[in-house]
Antibody, heavy 116, light 107 residues
């Protein structure tokens, strides 16, 4: 069965960095676009970024452009999100999701808290 | 950017009631509209894709309709386990915005 497991979240100070990982299994990872989607506490869902199956096409939400970098390693069935210059408003649960226009499979999420 | 206006933001209904949630896109998105259910502390779950297609394993009391700019999501007979927040999401254009969510409660 499809499994997506995020890791790497935690408490970081404003201006700091964090790298999230998403380990995929149960499907041919290299065949699928992948996305990061976040949810601030008590708020709705916000798409953050996606990457094409081969990694050549990448898009970011305006709110994270220039600060976040998405990448993938198809040999390791893994998706990453490098987050730099973190702000308080980046505090959220970050989900990775298999992407086919819709998000049929999601990880359990990893909490990122940006606070001094 | 295509904005998604979802309504109502919350509702309360009795078990067995028919529940309708609407989502309006700021421009034509054809049928590129999906619906998700999210229970507290859990990841969202895909229920409907491409406006009206029921995801495998999802109960048939859930349905979706619409095209262009106006979409509906219906729970034909509300069950206690349907207590959740529901989101629409368009993918006609980037960014793939979600609607603001509808929190469904039991009366």
């Amino acid at each position: 069965q499809v499994q997506l497991v995020e890791s790497g979240g935690g408490l970081v100070k404003p201006g700091g960095s964090l790298r999230l990982s998403c380990a995929a299994s149960g499907f041919t990872f290299s065949d699928y676009y992948m996305s990061w989607i976040r949810q601030a506490p008590g708020k709705g869902l916000e798409w953050v970024s996606y990457i094409s199956s081969g990694g050549s096409t990448i898009y970011y939400a305006d709110s994270v452009k220039g600060r976040f970098t998405i990448s993938r390693d198809n040999a390791k069935n893994s998706l990453y999100l490098q987050m730099n210059s973190l702000r308080a408003e980046d505090t959220a649960v970050y989900y990775c999701a298999q992407t086919t226009g819709w998000y049929a499979y999601w990880g359990q999420g990893t909490l990122v808290t940006v606070s001094s | 950017d295509i904005q998604m206006t979802q309504s109502p933001s919350s509702l309360s209904a009795s078990v067995g009631d028919r529940v309708t949630i609407t989502c309006q896109a700021s421009q034509d998105i054809s049928n590129y509209l999906n619906w998700y259910q999210q229970k507290p502390g859990k990841a969202p779950k895909l229920l409907i894709y491409d406006a009206s297609n029921l995801e495998t394993g999802v109960p048939s009391r859930f349905s979706g309709s619409g095209s262009g700019t106006d979409f509906s999501f219906i729970i034909s007979s509300l069950q206690p386990e349907d207590i959740a927040t529901y989101y629409c999401q368009q993918y006609d254009n980037l960014p793939p915005f979600f609607g603001g969510g509808t929190k469904v409660a039991i009366k």
